[in-house]
């Protein structure tokens, strides 16, 4: 089993930034993949970011690329989702996520088993 507990959400201005967190426990952290998703009232969830067990792979959604950062301390069974130039169309909830297979890096929320509570941003305009 894997507890995912995600923080660091709150109300911000467009143009600010916001740093999401989300702590693992459970299954050995360091060699599993991540991702991040999100899912707006009415809307489907979203795929935001991945980040392989090592860091060394990224990916991103076209939404967010270049706005955001998704990284990683394994020491800490942490992972992080920097988030610069916020827009009201990134308000939602963030969930982060851990994949069935650990060392697969995807975009489909199909291949993601385990799930936190998720933490709401709000962007105002």
């Known amino acids: 089993q894997v507890q995912l507990v995600e923080s660091g959400g709150g109300l911000v201005q467009a143009g600010g930034s916001l740093r999401l967190s989300c702590a693992a426990s459970g299954r050995t952290f360091s060699g599993n993949a991540m991702g991040w998703f999100r899912q707006a009232p009415g809307k489907e969830r979203e795929f935001v970011a991945a980040?392989?067990?090592?860091?060394?792979?990224?990916y991103y959604g076209d939404s967010v690329k270049g706005r955001f950062t998704i990284s990683r301390d394994n020491a800490k069974n942490t992972v992080y989702l920097e988030m610069n130039s916020l827009k009201p169309e990134d308000t939602a909830v963030y969930y982060c996520?851990?994949?069935?297979?650990?060392?697969?890096?995807?975009?489909?929320?199909?291949?993601?088993?385990?799930w936190g509570q998720g933490t709401q941003v709000t962007v105002s305009s």
């Open positions: 980040i392989s067990w090592s860091g060394g792979t990224t």
């Open positions: 996520a851990v994949p069935r297979n650990p060392f697969w890096v995807g975009r489909s929320r199909e291949g993601y088993d385990y």
